[in-house]
């Protein structure tokens, strides 16, 4: 319910004097995908050993790009469907940044759970 009510928000008209027409489904993918990875590399130069752990802010900033990341993923799709603009490229764009995304997910847990450079951390 959450995300159907949000992407109503979502400019979706064709009123030339908008500034803003509409929002391209594969714009929400990349940026879902862009709160993923930030976050991600923001925790690897926190504390590059992999062992010692990092400021708070920075796992709140996870938990909040995970959280944008998982909006976006939900969003792309609603969006494509409201604007009639589905396609297979899309659909593709959008498992290939959920791929990307997964590697990254799992980057910024080990660093998070500072499991070290252990072949444990990386199983």
């Known amino acids: 319910k959450f995300w159907s009510w949000l992407v109503e928000y979502l400019p979706c008209n064709q009123d030339p004097n908008l500034t803003i027409h509409w929002s391209a489904p594969n714009s929400l993918t990349f940026g879902g995908l862009f709160f993923m ?3 991600s590399m923001i925790t690897v130069m926190s504390c590059p050993d992999l062992s010692t752990p990092a400021p708070q802010w920075v796992y709140l900033l996870n938990a909040i790009g995970i959280f ?6 939900a969003l792309d799709g609603k969006q494509a469907r409201r604007t ?7 659909e ?5 940044c ?3 995304s997964t590697i990254f997910a799992a980057l910024s847990s080990i660093y998070v759970l500072q ?3 252990g ?3 990386f199983v």
Do not use: K
Not at 68 to 73: L, P, R, S
Not at 84 to 90: L, R, V
């Open 68 to 73: 944008i990341y998982q909006t976006c993923d």
């Open 92 to 96: 593709l764009f959008d498992h290939g």
């Open 98 to 100: 959920d791929a990307i």
């Open 115 to 117: 499991l070290g450079t």
């Open 84 to 90: 009639g603009s589905q396609s297979s490229f899309g």
């Open 37 to 39: 990875v930030v976050p």
């Open 119 to 121: 072949w444990y951390g």
